[in-house]
């Protein structure tokens, strides 16, 4: 299933899981992708008292009457490179989340993030 843009932010606060149901954690925010306009990860919090998130890919994503469900095994998010919600995420945490689910990662032009909130 596609999941249309204009409707993605409306999982805001719903359940992430992964491909075999397990609970991630909740969706906090998307990050597009700057060059190509397209959700490219979600921000998933883990916890209610966590200041911190997760990106996960959203590629293959679908959703559910109540849920997000990923690409990607409770396993691999585990291990994934978490990031305080106080801060803009750095050209170096861009680098190691899409190194983490060995993604091609470019930046999007001289000293400029690729994804960014809206």
Do not use: C
Request: proline share 5%; charged share 35%.
């Amino acid at each position: 299933m596609v999941i249309p843009v204009e409707n993605l932010a409306d999982w805001r606060g719903q359940d992430v899981v992964d491909p075999t149901g397990e609970k991630l954690g909740k969706l906090e925010d998307i990050y597009y992708d700057g060059e190509t306009d397209e959700p490219a990860f979600a921000a998933v919090r883990a916890g209610r008292l966590s200041k911190s998130i997760t990106l996960v890919p959203l590629a293959r994503a679908s959703v559910g009457r109540d849920f997000l469900r990923v690409d990607r095994r409770k396993a691999v998010f585990k291990k994934a490179p978490s990031f305080d919600t106080d801060h803009e995420l750095t050209l170096d945490d861009e680098a190691a989340t899409y190194e983490h689910y060995a993604l091609s990662y470019a930046p999007a032009g001289e000293g400029a993030r690729r994804l960014a909130k809206r």
